[in-house]
């Protein structure tokens, strides 16, 4: 399997390139350019085609960083179609309803206080030199820490490092390189907004089959339509994220760079969907479905033996509720749902589903804040927690959550959020007391 799936998979990649290429770069000859009458002077680019494009995510315009858009320096590499900036972070968990268990008793996040920091720093370019038109060279690396390894992984890696391209003004995107998927499907951030979307949701299916997600990347291709009536399809080849998990990918794949690990298969991601922007006619919607298929080897509990293929089905939707500006039409509630499931014999978790409640300008006074509750289910395996019961371990078998949180925008480029969140079976096993988790986190865009 491997010997054919890694060249079909490099031929994919370089045979998009080279299409996404050709199609801007190809087509005239030098005679036919001189014959043309002399084309109007190119209007300025904003900088902001420099930013991430093209996911589900949305990260913090380049005039919300620390550093000036209009300084020298990010005018400079602007004048020659190029951007850089770090993102850093740090989160900080603890369990506030019982002192803090021994380092080898620990089985969740805050049982014992954890910590976590994060530095990112990215490269983009325009390719103007190529003559290349709505197109990005994406180029990006992260340092991961945690101070509980199941929680982490450990890591100084390649990010990304991916070719993107539009065509049709906007109707088809095309992106072909190492991708963290976590920004492109599903839609996990609450608010859709990478400084202020994280705070109570660990809906963790999707990374189960094998989906990549930061800091973790993976050798991808894909490609987003845009149909009639704000519809749009989007799909991925992706060689899989290894079946054990992350530390088990760091392992092996130290660097980031490693194309094709032995025993890491094809991943297959498609979605389908319904988005509607805010304006001032419309209130924002957002519905996705999508089915991620790994044909990876993963370890069966009900039989023992490694098998191949695992998935994951999904499905969420979100709705704006009222308005509360109608100078800025984003602005106001918006409620959520989630559901996704998993095979149990391959999977310690199995369902997933959520509720959120989230308000986008949390106070007048205070535009760039995101207020948030999310009510959350997660089943834990009955295969996996029959197995424990059967070596006389204690289990949970699932567990419910309900978490607060306020993400503050603290000023330009600095977010501080904070949440609570009680949370009724923490882990699957031992049967643990319920936790009321304080966390919180600090982002800095540079």
Known sequence: MRKVLSPAVRAIFI???????????????????????????????????LNYVGGEAAMPTFSDSLIDVNSQFRQAMLRRGMAFRVITGMQYTQNTLHAPVTAAAQVYVGERPFASSYVQPIFSSDLRQLHLRQAQLYMGGA??????????????????????????????????????????????????????GTQGVYAVLPYEAGMSYFPLTAPAF?????????????????????????????????????FVPHGDKLVLINEAGYQRQASSDSWQAWFRAGYID??????????????????CAYALMDGQLTRSDLAHPQRGIYGGVSVMTA???????????????????????????????????TGYSSVYTNHYV???????????????????????????????????????????????????TWTLFF
């Open 294 to 311: 790994n044909m990876s080897p993963y370890l069966s509990r009900a039989s023992g033996r490694e098998e191949a293929g695992d998935f």
């Open 390 to 440: 059967s070596q006389g371990k204690t289990v949970w078998r699932g567990s419910t959550t309900l978490t607060g949180s306020y993400s503050l925008r603290a000023g330009r480029g600095d977010y501080v959020g904070a949440g609570l969140g009680y949370d009724f079976g923490p882990a699957v096993t031992p049967r643990v007391p319920s936790a009321l988790n304080l966390t919180v």
């Open 15 to 49: 045979g998009a390139l080279v299409l996404c290429i050709a199609a801007e770069t190809g087509g005239q000859s030098g005679d036919a350019k001189e014959q043309e009458p002399p084309s109007p002077a190119a209007a300025p680019r904003s900088i902001e085609g």
């Open 343 to 377: 095979p149990q014999s391959k999977n310690p978790y199995d369902r997933y589903y959520e509720l959120r409640l989230y308000k986008e300008a949390a106070l007048r006074s205070r535009p760039g804040d995101v207020i948030s509750v999310v009510a959350s289910r």
């Open 143 to 196: 340092w991961n820490w945690a101070s509980w390894e199941p929680a982490g992984p450990k890591t100084l890696q390649l990010w990304a490092l991916y070719f993107y391209k539009e065509f049709g003004e906007d109707r088809a995107e095309v992106k072909a390189g190492y991708i963290a998927h976590n920004m492109n499907f599903v839609g996990l951030f609450v608010g859709g907004s990478t400084a202020t």
């Open 222 to 258: 894909d490609l987003r339509i845009r149909g009639p009536q704000k519809t749009y399809i989007k799909s991925a080849a992706q060689r899989s994220i290894d079946p054990q998990g992350g530390p088990a990918e760091v392992a092996r794949n130290h660097s980031g760079f490693r």
